[in-house]
């Protein structure tokens, strides 16, 4: 079983320091599956501290590199802090740190259609940019190789037989052909923060990769559009149209797009799996990716004209 580090009030004090903050008071900031991150409040500011447990330092220099990109051409996410010495990362007990601006604004669980449109359109001016395949994973973290990986765990037989079943059933239908580009990979609600029924920012770049686009917006349909065990069809075709207000989807895509939810869904279900079964047991958590599961059925048989306006 992994364990996550939390850091004591002297190792966040010098840890700020070490990006030039003077720290008033901290806060520990909750949620994150492979992380730590505190809320830091200074002369200088509101700053996040993250401690990643689950990733390397040159994986969180490329993030860092990332949000470096994003904050260059002005697209709402996190700004990243520079160390003193001018660097993006420090280490902490062999785990590496970052430190970026802390941005308000609200997690939305129940997203409306306007701002769910607003969404949509950011996502879609996000798959716009242009980002160095050096930056950028070719795979989904939690895609169909993750999938073959778990199969073999023997913990719940019945949902890896399932998945073989995806494996076979995604790999003969997703058209290799479909536009790929820079893409978040995990835009579920609470990786967008709103100010009222304003968009503000997209957080939480560690899933980000260079693949399918038409699989973020299926991410995005199951993670903003669904109560984990229905789509809402409304909501869907209001985060596909704010979409195409900003990049209209190519016909390879829009005729594969349940097909690309139904994948995310599947995705999200093999995660849970590997986290709460394998990686990170966890009692009360072991059964969640039935609930996605579940989505990804009633998934299969939806047609495409929901998305339709």
């Not at 849970?272 to 072991?286: D, E, G, L, S, V």
Request: charged share 20%; proline share 3%.
């Amino acid at each position: 079983m992994a364990r996550y580090l939390e850091l004591g009030k002297n190792d966040i004090f010098a840890l700020a320091d070490q990006y030039g903050l003077t720290l008033q008071e901290f806060t520990p900031i909750e949620g994150g599956a492979g992380n730590t991150s505190y809320l830091l409040q200074s002369r200088q500011g509101e700053f996040v501290l993250t401690l990643f447990d689950d990733k390397s330092r040159s994986e969180v220099e490329k993030l860092g590199r990332l949000l470096l990109l994003l904050e260059k051409h002005h697209f709402p996410a996190t700004p990243l802090v520079s160390t003193v010495q001018g660097g993006i990362t420090v280490m902490h007990a062999d785990k590496p740190v970052m430190v970026k601006q802390y941005v308000s604004g609200d997690v939305c669980r129940d997203l409306d259609i306007a701002m769910l449109s607003q969404a949509g359109a950011k996502m879609a001016a996000l798959h716009q940019l242009a980002v160095p395949h050096q930056l950028l994973e070719p795979n989904h973290a939690y895609g169909l190789q993750l999938f073959e990986s778990v199969i073999g765990a023997n913990i719940d037989t019945r949902y890896e037989s399932w998945l073989a079943g995806q494996i076979a059933y995604l790999t003969r239908k997703i058209p290799t052909d479909a536009p790929r580009g820079f893409i978040h990979g995990d835009l579920f609600y609470d990786n967008l923060l709103f100010d009222g029924d304003q968009f503000r920012a997209i957080i939480d770049f560690e899933e980000a990769c260079y693949y399918y686009k038409a699989f973020d917006l299926g991410m995005g349909v199951v993670g903003m559009c669904s109560d984990e065990t229905t789509i809402a069809h409304a909501k869907a075709r209001a985060l596909v149209s704010g979409y195409q207000s900003v990049r209209k989807l190519e016909e390879v895509e829009m005729m594969t797009l349940p097909l690309f939810c139904e994948y995310a869904a599947t995705a999200t279900s093999c995660w849970r799996y590997w986290k709460y079964n394998i990686q990170t047991p966890i009692a009360k958590n072991a059964d969640k990716h039935w609930q996605m599961v579940r989505l990804a059925e009633e998934i299969r048989v939806m047609d495409v004209g929901i998305f339709e306006t």
